[in-house]
């Protein structure tokens, strides 16, 4: 194998994956946040089994505009603050408190979820439907009473609603201190007759989000349902659903979880009894022009209460940061299964945590991500330096023997088969494996993308400063070379992003490759001169943390490369200095 046909190989590869990742981004179209399309939402469907049905009559909107407005229960908690809805039941404005929008000072923190009346409607509602067609259930127009207050850790409470016909209906709301709730739904039966009803929770987005658009990431409906994993995109649901009568996913479980995931949040529903059935339901509808988005557990059959009787179903909710070790510790302690799937980890998932891991054990030592990136770098380097030291020690033999080299390509120039076998046997006789320089580039494309994914997709890193101009390694480089780097007042396209750290990355690239045997095909040598100045526009736009790994990885490979070089003169020297003597003592 080339090593220099691989370089080109990741070259492509990484370009292919830019301009798809650009591609997706600039047709995706971003979500309307023009106040008029709040005025063109309809009302929440009473119950998630008809997603379509309106919530309630003309009349009974009409009579609902001359209520008083609706009371909200405070959430305050050490990492949540917001308030629920009473008219309804519904969770809809959710602020975490540890997180902002940007790393501006005095960002706004970021919203989780938002009523109706804002721009991106997204809320968690708990409810019942009639299964006997007779029980008044409550609606997205029940005022529900809550005993207590405010929902905090500890502190539990109690949504209550009498439907008239004998039956009390309750919710009790218990939360953590980070970012679970848990909601047991009862109902209490004091009429003389059974009744049949459905319990539901359900998590509902009224718009599109506006999504990153990475090829590599993925956004929009997620679960692991029956100990599998399930990823619809917004598009690929909204398809299904059209074709399926507005159901994109229907499976009933045991177990699991389900619900939304962006880059770095996630609303999720979960059953807090791992062995009771529940049906799981993804669903994409469209009113008046706009897509509805839900996911929804609900019992697979009635749920029968006898006169005299209380039913009850408890479902958790998790609605946060995508944090590693909590989403880890839920599923440990609370029994909720591959819950840290719910970050994108991807394909290279056994590298991808443990290099997590490891990062965040040196960022508590160190005080740093970018440290932690720098000395991982040394830790790698170390753990394959007698694999990437064989390999180095052959590419400087080639070097040396590049005069003999070219000697044969011009002996027999006329007779390339002949050529060849020349050349292998020159291979043999100095003991060089040609193909052995490859097993470096082979070491790091995985580790490449495993650390890619890191920067990428783990909240721990977002907003995460280096040193200097770095303020957050999970974003790229803000400097520019095509504004002298801030002196000149202008926003240059995308294309012409160069900043300081792709520049030392591209430089160190062509450093290292100064050091490796040159291609024998002249103009085979003149493309890949040009290779480290392609690599540092490709990885210009790319987190800033994976470009100083890059760029430390070369400045690594280089000293020891030079080390290896120079060792490898020395002994050639000495062999020559040996040979010398051997044939003065034979005379």
């Not at 989780?112 to 409550?138: H, L």
């Not at 494996?433 to 495993?450: R, Y």
């Not at 002196?487 to 240059?492: N, R």
């Not at 070369?554 to 020297?573: F, G, P, T």
Request: with cysteine; aromatic share 12%; hydrophobic share 45%.
């Amino acid at each position: 194998m080339d090593q220099k046909r691989l370089f080109a190989a990741i070259a492509i590869s990484i370009g292919i994956l830019l301009a798809f990742d650009l591609w997706k981004r600039e047709t995706t179209p971003p979500a309307d946040p023009s106040p008029a399309a709040v005025t063109r939402q309809a009302p929440t469907p009473a119950s998630p089994l008809s997603p379509t049905a309106p919530a309630t009559s003309d009349s009974a909107a009409a009579a609902a505009a001359n209520r008083p407005p609706p009371e909200r229960l405070r959430i305050d908690s050490p990492r949540l603050a917001g308030s629920l809805l009473l008219r309804g039941a519904r969770l809809d404005d959710l602020i975490l408190k540890d997180y902002r929008e940007t790393t501006a000072p005095g960002s706004a923190q970021v919203r989780m979820f938002a009523p109706r009346e804002e721009a991106q409607p997204y809320f968690a509602q708990w409810g019942w439907s009639a299964a006997d067609g007779r029980t008044r259930v409550p609606d997205s127009q029940t005022d529900w009473t809550a005993s207590g207050g405010p929902l905090a850790p500890d502190q539990p409470v109690t949504l209550s609603w009498d439907n008239g016909q004998g039956q009390t209906f309750q919710i009790v709301l218990t939360l953590d201190r980070n970012f679970m709730f848990q909601a047991e739904q009862r109902v209490i039966n004091n009429g003389s007759e059974p009744v049949q009803l459905l319990p539901w929770t359900r998590i509902r987005r009224e718009r599109t989000p506006q999504v990153e658009g990475y090829y590599i990431l993925h956004e929009g409906f997620v679960g692991v349902l029956n100990g599998r994993l399930n990823e619809q995109t917004y598009k690929t649901a909204k398809s299904d659903g059209e074709a399926r009568g507005g159901l994109s996913l229907e499976q009933e479980t045991r177990g699991g979880w389900a619900g939304f995931t962006d880059k770095y949040w996630l609303a999720a529903i979960a059953p807090v009894d791992a062995a009771q059935p529940l049906k799981s339901s993804w669903r994409h509808t469209t009113e008046n022009g706009e897509d509805r988005w839900q996911v929804d557990f609900a019992t697979p059959a009635p749920m029968a209460v006898a006169a005299g009787e209380t039913s009850s179903l408890a479902t958790r909710l998790f609605a946060g940061a995508k944090e590693v070790h909590l989403l880890d510790a839920y599923q440990s302690n609370l029994g909720i299964t591959d819950f840290d799937k719910a970050i994108d980890f991807g394909w290279f998932y056994f590298l991808t945590k443990p290099f997590f891991y490891a990062l965040d054990f040196l960022f508590k030592l160190f005080g740093n991500f970018g440290v932690a990136i720098l000395l991982f770098t040394v830790v790698l380097k170390a753990l394959f330096f007698p694999l990437a030291n064989k390999a180095y020690k052959s590419m400087a033999r080639m070097k040396s023997m590049a005069p003999k080299m070219q000697e044969v390509r011009e002996r027999y120039k006329d007779d390339p088969a002949k050529a060849q076998s020349e050349m292998m046997a020159l291979y043999r006789t100095e003991k060089i494996n040609p193909a052995s320089g490859c097993l470096p580039i082979l070491i790091q494309i995985p580790v490449f993308f495993a650390l890619y994914k890191v920067l990428f997709v783990t909240i721990e890193m977002r907003h995460a400063p280096f040193f200097g101009w770095i303020r957050d390694l999970s974003a790229p480089d803000p400097t520019n070379l095509f504004t002298l780097f801030g002196l000149i007042p202008w926003d240059p396209p995308q294309m012409l992003h160069m900043p300081v750290w792709a520049i030392i990355m591209g430089v160190t690239m062509f450093l290292q490759q100064k050091l490796n045997p040159a291609p024998p095909d002249p103009v085979q040598a003149k493309i890949f001169q040009f290779m480290p100045l392609i690599f540092t526009f490709m990885l210009a736009s790319f987190p800033a943390g994976l470009v100083i790994y890059w760029s430390w990885n070369n400045l690594l490979s280089i000293l020891q490369q030079w080390y290896i070089m120079r060792h490898e003169r020395e002994a050639r020297r000495q062999e020559k200095t040996l040979g010398k003597t051997v044939v003065k003592a034979k005379g």
